[in-house]
């Protein structure tokens, strides 16, 4: 999938990834959203795929093992 101008894009195991984590709840789709973004843009990349989202929310919740 391809970016523009520099936008973020996510495939469809991302955002189940974000929907299964957040339930829907708005405040959880932040904070995921805001740690994926930041993954993001540390490792020069504007397109998630599930496995960015479910690092992302593992360290989110703690878990970085």
Not at 1 to 23: E, K, L, V
Not at 25 to 33: G, K
Not at 44 to 53: I, L
Request: proline share 3%; with cysteine.
């Amino acid at each position: 999938m391809c970016t523009r101008n520099g936008q973020p894009t996510f495939n469809w195991a991302a955002m189940f990834g974000i929907y299964h984590y957040s339930h829907g709840i708005p405040r959880l789709i932040n904070a995921a959203c805001d740690k994926i973004l930041l993954y993001g843009y540390v490792n020069g990349t504007h397109h998630f795929t599930g496995g960015h989202v479910w690092k992302s929310i593992r360290e989110l919740e703690g878990d970085l093992a």
